[in-house]
């Protein structure tokens, strides 16, 4: 399954398939990425990041898809599980310190 | 301590009454977040804590919110005069550094304004 532009809130899956999460950042001097992963009445959990440097990277079933010249993030998730139901937040770190978070995406795993 | 800690993990409160929520970052970490949380939204960025900086409250709703930071540890978010539309998860963050590393999060403050 794959969410598509910025604000679409809900992403449905079959388990077993590979989920891809975008997310579209505002500004164009951020140079630090991170997907976060929340669970229900839990804080956020890091999942990955990815400097600007760099276009692509991996984790364990995860990767980081960093497209700088339309500003474009994404995050897949491959052979998705249930436990990977959640909202996944993208957050850019912005030319001074903060982290700004996107608005997020909620991914529900169908058995 | 392991993680970010946060204190306590509800609080109901009657409108108009003040309320202080607290936050225990990880050991050594110099910069510190708060953000809100509203049902089903994103992260609201509320202030911020770096080393003896002064801290950022660009993101602070009103003058109803102040937070401070005793010795470069320990953050105290006080809201005055609590409104119903304060109701929120606050969530606070901590981090090695003030840019390009992870943010760790508690697992969150949820406020219920009555």
């Known amino acids: 399954g794959e969410s598509v532009g910025l604000h679409l809130p809900t992403l449905s899956v079959q388990e077993g398939d590979n989920s891809i999460i975008n997310c579209a950042y505002s500004n164009s001097a951020s140079d630090y990425f991170i997907w976060y992963k929340q669970e229900s009445g839990k804080g956020p959990q890091f999942i990955i990041d990815?400097?600007?440097?760099?276009d692509k990277r991996q984790g364990q079933r995860v990767t980081v898809l960093l497209n700088k010249t339309v500003k474009h993030l994404s995050l897949q998730i491959a052979a998705t599980q249930p436990g990977d139901s959640a909202v996944y937040f993208c957050?850019?770190?912005?030319?001074?310190?903060?982290?700004?978070f996107g608005a997020g995406t909620t991914v529900t795993v169908r058995a | 301590g392991a993680g970010v800690s946060q204190s306590p993990s509800n609080k109901v409160t009657e409108k108009g009454k003040d309320v202080e929520l607290r936050c225990d970052p990880i050991?050594?970490?110099?910069?510190l977040y708060w953000y809100r949380q509203s049902l089903g939204q994103g992260l609201e960025f509320l202030i911020y804590f770096q080393g003896n900086s002064a801290p950022d409250k660009s993101g602070l709703p009103s003058d109803r919110f102040s937070a401070e930071r005793t010795g470069g540890s320990v953050s105290t978010l006080t809201i005055q005069r609590t409104q119903q539309e304060d109701s929120a998860v606050y969530l606070c963050?901590?981090?090695?550094?003030?840019?390009?590393?992870?943010?760790?999060f508690g697992q969150g403050t949820r406020l219920t304004v009555v």
């Open positions: 990815i400097r600007s440097n760099m």
């Open positions: 957050a850019e770190n912005t030319n001074d310190y903060k982290l700004s």
């Open positions: 050991s050594g970490h110099t910069a």
């Open positions: 963050a901590s981090s090695l550094a003030p840019r390009g590393t992870e943010a760790f």
